[in-house]
């Protein structure tokens, strides 16, 4: 190895050999030069961080500029690659017989209350239902979870105030059935004041996006076949992380994600997958991120997207480039300082957190201060 090969170079190495998580970015290893250092020229010994040593006894120039020891906040960060689309996966099945006479188009954002499809021309209706899916008829005197979400529904579609229908009551009485009748009579429906199986389907969001149809208008309708999937419309970016990463990453940790335009927006992940999947030898878990301003991820579908998890973030630390770490001959870590006489010396260090992005790492040694003048190679 040449005495000018430069620090960056050997960090490539070192990163060849290391893990690919925080800890590998904290074991980050920087090649140095140890030995006399004389402007315009050094006699060094280069230092293999897997314990080969070399002994190189040429005398070249070595190019070097000046940084400062800074003071602030870092943070260490997952870079990943990931897919903006929409939250969530449901199946709409079908619990009535007859034609299909109306299907929504993919892409098309359905709200509670509204007609989802139709059957031998008469209404299905979504309502959001987190509970359970429809399975019986539903009338007046009934009760069950199945009439909670319903007496929910009607409520928060504003066919009965909360003062009339206890949106938590799983009965259903009078109220139940006016609103009920209420809501038959906006959608064209027969207004019989009950919930026959087959007229409403429920799902968890309040409104959905249709994103695929697996049937056409005048296809047989059958009791129980599932012949659409919807999303929600809430945005989210999905990150297929490697396995042994997954302790890195936490819900709750910052994220900034790169958009296909270039632009870069906040989010925070929601969840970390717990069930690893294989796949072509890699083996990944799903990390699922909430964009923080949904509106300017746009309204693009599985588009690839940048994402930076701020896995850990220390505040008000020393700093220094990382290309301004030496690793010393008998193991650990120096900088060399110029002081205000111009004398250099070299100030023993222990490393904290690497930033990568920022290109810092978090230092401590005695007598290192902020906006001491360190040596680094020149760019």
Known sequence: MSATQSPTEEQEAAQAHGDEGRSGRRGLIVAVVVGILIAGGVGVVVVDPFGREKQDTTTETTETALA????????????????LGFAGDYQVVNKTNGTITELPSVGKVIPQGKVLYRVDGKPVILLQGPYVPAYRDLSWGMEGTDVRQLNAALVALKYAT??????DSDYFGRQTYCALKELQKKVGAEETGELP?????????EEIRITKVNAVTGDKAAGGGAFMQASSTDRQVTVALNANQQADVAVGNKVTITLPNGKSTPGVVSSVGKVATKENDKT??????????PKVTGELDQAPVQVA???????????????ALLATAGGGYAVEVVDPSGEHRLVAVKTGLFDDSAGQVEVTGSGLEVDQKIVVPSS
């Open 284 to 293: 990944t878990i799903d990390v699922q991120i909430k964009p923080s301003n």
């Open 68 to 83: 400062k020891v800074t003071k602030g906040a870092l943070s260490a960060r997952t870079l990943e690659n990931g897919t």
């Open 197 to 205: 199986v087959g007229q409403a389907v429920f799902l968890p969001p």
């Open 309 to 323: 998890i701020v896995s850990d973030t220390v505040e008000d630390v020393l700093s220094v480039p990382v290309n």
């Open 162 to 167: 909360k003062s009339r229908i206890d949106p």
